[in-house]
């Protein structure tokens, strides 16, 4: 059960039928006849040509459904049957009358926890569109209903991605032998994985060269539904060098284990051992390991972001919180500041 913030409410102990009945009530407010019935909770033909009219005359999509949409324009309550709502079209802010008839947006499939912002999103807007809290994995485990886990190892915390960039990227030796380099440069500073340690190991460009290397075409996220999960790269981010190093550990930055890892081994007298956290600091030779080398891989830095929609032509959009902005970025604006690196099923 989502949390509407007041716009849909959903009360499991008022029933279907006295939601419909206050719904017939509101429209014989409003003039509407409803024949000798009235308020029956039943939605009859004269009820369903009211809705279709009412709906018309306040931007909804006039298929006489009562759904959130229509609930909230007659001011009730809205119940959930257990079915699809009508979300109904809302008006551009840019369109303009002609005449008696207005020009509408569409139709948008739109996650529940996220309709207060439709009319923003038919209207065009992109960013401010809410308030979130501080982290950008917070507020997807807000509005999707599920923790993700931390952004930086969010990427396995429930198997792999179904759409992942960092697969062909594991998958070439060239690119373990790069990380293994990284990995040692970071990993012979004193102060390792601290912010200081890493951002002093000159690897930032290696990393951000690996990540632009692994972003996927970004029309392949074409089919993402809405509430489904994505990973975004964000080049201006500082912490690069962090969370690839955590997600080599499998390490948060107090040394507490996370998630697998670690990725790498320490190669001393001609054979391997585990890499340990008793290495940091030290001028040892860093191999990849056999789980790297088998196929298994981690998440570099990636910002936190979901599909909040999908336009009426099916484009999907996504919802994602820099530093409590929200912003709703659709998939034909991704791959510029922001680029989706993998995404997986709600």
Known sequence: MFDLKGLLLFE???SYTDFVKAAQRKLMELGYDLGPKKDDGIIGPRTRKALSDFQLKNGGNGKGNLGPFTAKKLGITYVDRGQSG??????????????????????????????????????GEKTGIQKGPGGCSEYVRQKTGKWQGNAWHAYKTKGYPSISGFKSLFGNKSNLDTMANVFQKINSQSSGISAEGINSSG????????????????????????????????????????AFFQG?????SDGTKVTSGPYFVVEENGKTRPWQSSD??????????????????????????????????????????????????PLSDMGNTFSLVWARPA
């Open 86 to 123: 009508d979300t109904g079209t809302v008006p551009d802010s840019k369109s303009k009358d002609k005449g008696t008839t207005k020009e509408y947006c569409g139709k948008f499939d739109i996650l529940p926890s996220v309709f207060e912002t439709l009319s923003k999103i038919c209207a």
């Open 12 to 14: 499991q102990e008022q």
């Open 248 to 252: 080599a550990t499998g390490m948060s």
């Open 280 to 329: 940091i600091g030290k001028n040892v030779k860093i191999k990849p390991g056999k789980s790297l080398q088998q196929g298994e891989h981690f998440g570099f830095n990636t910002h936190l972001g979901f599909v909040g929609a999908k336009k009426p032509d099916g484009e999907p959009i996504i919802y994602h919180n820099v530093n409590g902005n929200v912003m709703a970025t």
């Open 203 to 242: 690897t930032h460009s290696n990393i951000k060269s690996l990540m632009s290397s692994a972003i996927p075409s970004q029309s392949s996220f074409r089919g993402l539904k809405t509430g489904d999960v994505v990973g975004i790269y964000y080049p201006p981010s500082s912490h690069h060098g962090e």
